[in-house]
């Protein structure tokens, strides 16, 4: 997808604050339903590159 100039910040605003919503504590519902010691593996597939 193309975003004008204005669209991308306002993502990157959202992305920004997303994330620093589990900095430091942590994020309060993944801690309390998934346990600690799991180990995940994913994979990211997109539709375009980049």
């Known amino acids: 997808m193309d975003f004008s ?3 991308n910040v306002l993502i990157d605003k959202i992305i920004e604050q ?7 504590t942590g994020d309060i519902t993944t801690e309390s339903i998934i346990p600690s010691n799991l180990k995940a593996k994913g994979i990211i597939k997109t539709s375009e590159e980049g």
Not at 18 to 24: F, Q, V
């Open 5 to 7: 100039i204005k669209e």
């Open 18 to 24: 997303a994330l620093l919503e589990d900095i430091g």
